[in-house]
């Protein structure tokens, strides 16, 4: 099976514009998740806001221990130490989506539209492979502005722990 160079996440708003301005360079997930290097994340941001607001490209993937993660991504995962820890809780690895060039849409995609130019759309509870001639992509690419200015680039470190992960 190919995996879909698209797929569509959702994030609590806070997460979504820390990636779009910058500061939040990677996202952090309990279970690994079936992606390539250079697929395209699109964000859906939760209920109350329930819209796609862009999207950044995979960089690289990992699957590490919850102390591996926090040593080599935690200043860039938009979260504290505590919350860090109590999200993995219980895990014994934890994955990371090291993301880069995040774009905004023009137009954030709300749920409404979402079900309309996908008929029984459900928005996705982890994530959700989408199909690179769809609707949905079709309508998310005809509608991003000029990549997102960085705000925070990765350090020398963290960029020799990416590639050596």
């Known amino acids: 099976m190919t995996v879909s160079a698209h797929a569509l996440i959702s994030l609590e708003e806070r997460f979504a514009e820390g990636i779009l301005n910058g500061e939040k360079l990677v996202e952090l997930r309990r ?12 964000m859906y941001v939760k209920v109350p806001v329930g819209e796609v607001i862009g999207s950044a490209q995979v960089r690289s993937l990992h699957t590490l221990t919850p102390q591996t993660l926090w040593r080599k991504y935690g200043n860039v995962s938009g979260l504290s130490r505590t919350e860090f820890f109590d999200y993995l ?8 989506l090291v ?3 995040p774009v905004r849409l023009k137009n954030p995609v709300p749920l409404e539209r979402l079900r309309i130019l996908n008929n029984g759309f459900q928005p996705p509870q982890f994530f959700q492979h989408l199909a690179n001639d769809g609707a949905l992509v079709t309508a998310f690419s005809g509608n991003v502005t000029v990549r997102a200015p960085t705000t ?4 020398s470190r963290q960029q020799t722990c990416i590639v050596a992960a």
């Open 31 to 42: 279970r690994p998740m079936r992606l390539n290097i250079g697929a395209t994340v699109w």
């Open 89 to 96: 809780s219980g895990v014994e690895h934890g994955f990371v």
């Open 99 to 101: 993301l880069d060039s």
């Open 152 to 155: 925070r680039s990765m350090t």
